[in-house]
């Protein structure tokens, strides 16, 4: 049964110093590694991206551990969790709530929906109509949904993993752009490699570790994460050097549609992030290119010529890292 939301960290708390982010950080990735073998750069993003406070897009093939990553993440943190199983058939109320008539108190009551918990796994989102993707919208960007003209605010800290599978597409809907750029990161698992896979028959074969995980953080550990990201430092130069990549990308003649205001300031935080978790207190050149792909290439619309040619939106983050000039010197 999933716990309820703890109750949010009081002002007055000072964040921990980044070499605390760091040994935080470090625990839950190790964590999460007992369930899924041979992927710890794919967790460090998940992980990343949680003390980044966004959202997660897994797109893969079936049975690679898409709901793996999102379980094995919830079972390692001390906070509430919910789970919505994306259907043709699943209603907006479903996802956010919806106000019922109580007879006993003769007053109208809301019920929560699953998206009231501190993670949410949308399990195979572009299943669902995009009348009910869209009722996730508001939940991602603003953290609070409204029902019948009444907003409920979500428990923080508040992060929504979504998985879809790229090769299913009968009786699918498409992510539109505006959801898609609501995602912080899209990442691929990937099959595991070969020693991997032998390690994954061994340890899985005698029964579920998911079951053996216990939480390693707490919601309090997370906040105050995410609250010392924040004042990571970033040199004026690193956000020069961001906003000509967004530039470069809208002028890039295989795209249709480059990045947005909120994919520079995506890019910005989840820098921030990396650099906190490896236990520096400023960002890198490094940490805006390691995360530019899974941050950037699921936002990127490409021309239909472009697609034709068998580009990717991955090939053209590439591209734009080579061209663009990296800042030198440290800055201020």
């Not at 110093?17 to 625990?27: M, N, Q």
């Not at 009722?135 to 993993?161: C, N, S």
């Not at 997370?222 to 470069?248: F, K, Q, W």
């Not at 991955?314 to 010197?329: A, I, K, M, Q």
Request: net charge negative; glycine share 8%.
């Amino acid at each position: 049964m999933a716990r309820q939301p703890s109750a949010p960290l009081s002002e007055g708390v000072v964040p921990p110093a980044v070499d605390d982010v760091a040994a935080t950080f470090r625990k839950i990735v190790d964590n999460v590694e007992q369930v899924i073998k041979g992927k710890r750069e794919v967790i460090d993003l998940v992980v990343t991206c949680l003390i980044a406070e966004g959202h997660l897009l897994i797109e893969d093939v079936p049975g690679v551990g898409k709901t793996s990553v999102a379980r094995a993440l919830a079972a390692s943190l001390d906070a509430s969790w919910g789970r919505i199983q994306f259907t043709p058939d699943l209603l907006p109320s479903d996802v956010v709530g919806v106000t019922v008539w109580n007879r006993q108190t003769g007053e109208f009551q809301f019920r929560h929906g699953a998206v009231f918990a501190n993670l949410v796994l949308g399990d195979e989102i572009n299943r669902a109509s995009p009348k009910t993707q869209s009722a996730l919208l508001e939940a991602m960007q603003e953290q609070q949904v409204t029902v019948d003209g009444t907003t409920y605010r979500l428990p923080p800290p508040f992060m929504v993993i979504a998985t879809q599978n790229p090769v299913e597409h009968e009786g699918t809907y498409p992510l539109p752009e505006s959801q898609l750029d609501r995602f912080l990161m899209q990442v691929d698992i990937g099959y595991p490699d070969r020693a991997s896979a032998v390690d994954l028959l061994e340890t899985h074969g005698a029964g579920s570790v998911l079951s053996r995980v216990t939480p390693v953080a707490t919601v309090e550990d997370i906040t105050r994460m995410a609250r010392a990201v924040r004042d990571v430092h970033v040199a004026p130069s690193l956000r020069g050097y961001i906003v000509d990549l967004a530039e470069a990308s809208r002028r890039h003649a295989s795209v249709v549609l480059g990045m947005s205001p909120r994919a520079t300031l995506g890019l910005q935080q989840a820098g921030r992030a990396r650099a906190a978790s490896l236990g520096r207190e400023y960002v890198v050149p490094e940490d805006l290119k390691a995360l530019a792909a899974p941050v950037l290439a699921h936002r990127l619309v490409l021309t239909p010529e472009a697609e034709v040619q068998g580009t990717t939106a991955g090939d053209v983050v590439d591209e734009l890292l080579h061209r663009v000039t990296v800042p030198t010197g440290k800055g201020t």
